[in-house]
């Protein structure tokens, strides 16, 4: 009697684990339909629900880094980082790179962005990532650490590459090599305030590839406005 219940147990437990395997992968096979038709319709939630069911089924470190990409693309950054997290790791890919880095600028937190452009810049450097080094470390005050990258940029930067601004109300592009132009004056005057002139011609410089540059423009305004009422006659 014993066997026979021992028996009829282990058929039991068999055939229930038998039907979870099978509405797991049912269900893994649902979702990724259901993502593939969320990505045909153009519906980042549907995106993002599809792939978190995913995960949640059979996690993945490239379906995860391929989530916090999502995330990031459509400014959800808090979401993005909670998702890969914010840890300086050698090994992520590219990808779990780029969404950190992003993110944790975005999120106003330069240093740790900064740790993370540089990861990406060891790995292939390119002038977009050297406007962003040299902007974050202006924020951090590594001025000639700054001019260093755009130096690179500059020399690096073709005509065709393009760097949004958000400023405005409405975004706008302007010439990548001009955008250096500006970074420049900045760090000119930041490390010599006494030789505005300088930072101005660079600001020149950038308006002159870029007229509707406007926050070239404005830069110019406040140095301009600098030099004509010098600190002591303040």
């Known amino acids: 009697m014993k066997k026979t219940v021992l028996i009829v147990?282990?058929?039991?437990?068999?055939?229930?684990?038998?039907?979870?395997?099978?509405?797991?992968?049912?269900?893994?096979?649902?979702?990724?339909?259901?993502?593939?038709?969320?990505?045909?319709?153009?519906?980042?939630?549907?995106?993002?629900?599809?792939?978190?069911?995913?995960?949640?089924?059979?996690?993945?470190?490239?379906?995860?880094?391929?989530?916090?990409?999502?995330?990031?693309?459509?400014?959800?950054?808090?979401?993005?980082?909670?998702?890969?997290?914010?840890?300086?790791?050698?090994?992520?890919?590219?990808?779990?790179?780029?969404?950190?880095?992003?993110?944790?600028?975005?999120?106003?937190?330069?240093?740790?962005?900064?740790?993370q452009f540089e990861i990406l810049n060891q790995r292939d450097p390119n002038a977009y990532l050297a406007y962003e080094l040299a902007d974050l470390k202006v924020q951090l005050g590594d001025n000639a650490g700054a001019m260093k990258h755009v130096e690179y940029g500059i020399t690096n930067a073709t005509d065709d590459m393009k760097y949004a601004f958000y400023e405005r109300q409405q975004p706008y592009e302007v010439s990548l090599k001009a955008a250096f132009l500006h970074i420049k004056g900045l760090i000119q005057y930041n490390m010599d305030k006494n030789n505005i002139d300088a930072a101005i011609a660079s600001m020149d410089e950038a308006l002159a590839m870029d007229p509707n540059f406007n926050l070239a423009s404005l830069s110019k305004q406040a140095l301009t406005s600098r030099k004509d009422t010098p600190e002591d006659k303040k």
């Not at 153009?42 to 916090?68: C, Q, W, Y």
């Open 9 to 115: 147990l282990t058929t039991l437990l068999f055939s229930g684990s038998y039907a979870i395997a099978q509405t797991k992968t049912e269900l893994q096979k649902h979702y990724e339909a259901f993502y593939d038709q969320m990505r045909l319709q153009g519906d980042i939630d549907g995106v993002i629900n599809a792939l978190t069911h995913l995960n949640v089924l059979s996690p993945s470190k490239e379906r995860m880094d391929t989530l916090a990409y999502i995330y990031a693309n459509d400014n959800q950054h808090l979401q993005a980082l909670n998702t890969i997290g914010i840890e300086k790791i050698d090994t992520d890919s590219d990808l779990a790179v780029q969404v950190k880095a992003i993110s944790l600028k975005a999120l106003n937190q330069p240093k740790r962005s900064l740790e």
